[in-house]
């Protein structure tokens, strides 16, 4: 052990988990923060203690068949303060697990991330809560993806909040593929425009970085980023910053998601030189004071969205559920899928300005005064009871 408890029973239990740590196949491999120090009292720092107990886990991963298996970290109910970042980088196991125990981090390292998984793969965090502090605001609550071009991927986030104060997201991935998060929620209460609750950047444009791994510097280059699925998911946004950042994504998917925003936008899709594919979106978005859902940008003039589809049963923009920044100059959404129940404000528009457009596809609501691309779709209208192609 790399650091004795306090107590003699608590020596021998630690020791027997490590003994398990070290066992025969088949064995339970379970870390506890405690036996490393850590406080859980929201007073005592915890990040030195817990970053022991993950040093304690790298050195005891096992292969099996070649395989790398072993540990569960476990948080026991309690309110663990870090000052500092707790170090996962190029933690690669396939069966890693943070167990959270609905355990609660709170971030209080200016300028860091909370948790710093840059280069990992098969994660999982599940039944944590992470809380940003105001006082000493990080700049990240948790950090995933890659670090060079080899793949980070295969995460799963479960009931997993990430709340308060963060300089630039809640939640910012990489690059790392075949993620899953189902049931988070993301609240950032920095009052930043240029801040975010999630950040899914297959384009490094954020140049994310970490203190314990050396980190790629290009910027705005095109990534694989595939699969990545949100299943009733919650984004707030309290400062005026967009909730949800996109960045150069293929086959992602939002299902029964919810966002609210107070700001520009609710979604930035954010076109590189290769644009999007196949990106589908099940989210109601609100505030009354909210201007569109999505807004368009990036250093591509021309993206085009080979697969779109957006579906709300009353979106509260209050003026339009597209825009452009002043980068884009024209935007084509092939095969869209485009479903609004209704328009909870009648002065809003579908497109911002109509002629930057070219949709091909369907559109649904049962309010027919909302849309205005005339001439630039083509396919299938439906507004309320009638059906008419374009």
């Avoid at 608590?10 to 379970?30: C, H, K, L, W, Y």
């Avoid at 040093?55 to 072993?70: M, Q």
């Avoid at 039944?127 to 502090?133: A, Q």
Wanted: glycine share 8%; hydrophobic share 40%; proline share 4%.
């Amino acid at each position: 052990m790399l650091m004795a408890p306090s107590t003699t029973a608590q020596t021998i239990e630690a020791n027997d988990r490590s003994m398990t740590a070290r066992g025969e196949p088949g064995s339970v491999f379970v870390v506890d923060v405690r036996d490393f120090g850590a406080q859980g009292d929201g007073i005592a720092d915890d990040a030195p203690a817990i970053n022991r107990a993950i040093a304690h886990l790298r050195e005891n991963i096992r292969l099996i068949d070649t395989f790398p298996v072993g540990p569960t970290l476990v948080f026991p109910a309690g309110v663990y303060l870090a000052k500092s970042s707790i170090d996962l980088t190029k933690l690669q196991v396939l069966n890693m697990v943070l167990e959270g125990g609905g355990a609660v981090i709170i971030g209080s390292c200016a300028g860091e991330p909370v948790v710093d998984a840059m280069g990992a793969r098969w994660l999982t965090i599940r039944d944590l809560t992470i809380i940003g502090d105001r006082h000493a605001v990080p700049r990240v609550g948790i950090q995933i993806g890659r670090i060079t071009d080899a793949v980070a991927d295969n995460h799963r986030f479960e009931n997993l909040k990430v709340i308060g104060h963060f300089e630039l997201a809640c939640f910012v991935n990489v690059a790392a593929e075949t993620t899953g998060f189902d049931h988070v929620f993301f609240w950032n209460d920095r009052a930043d425009p240029a801040s975010f609750c999630l950040i899914q950047d297959g384009l490094n444009h954020f140049q994310t970085v970490s203190k314990f791994v050396v980190t790629r510097s290009t910027l705005d280059r095109d990534d694989s980023f595939n699969e990545n699925e949100f299943i009733n998911c919650d984004f707030r946004h309290a400062g005026g910053g967009v909730p949800i950042f996109l960045g150069e994504t293929s086959r992602h998917r939002f299902y029964r998601c919810y966002a609210v925003g107070l700001g520009k936008a609710i979604f930035m899709i954010y076109c590189g030189h290769n644009s999007h594919d196949m990106l589908d979106i099940d989210c109601h978005c609100e505030t009354g004071a909210l201007r569109s859902i999505f807004t368009f940008a990036g250093p591509l003039s021309h993206p085009i969205i080979r697969g779109f589809s957006f579906k709300d049963h009353a979106p509260w923009a209050s003026q339009f559920i597209f825009s452009c920044d002043a980068s884009v100059a024209h935007v084509t959404l092939q095969h869209a899928g485009l479903e609004i129940g209704w328009f909870p404000n009648p002065k809003c528009r579908v497109f911002e300005n109509p002629p930057q457009w070219s949709v091909t596809g369907s559109y649904y609501s049962s309010m027919s005064e909302q849309w205005n691309a005339g001439q630039r779709f083509k396919g299938r209208l439906f507004l309320g009871d009638t059906v008419q192609d374009a």
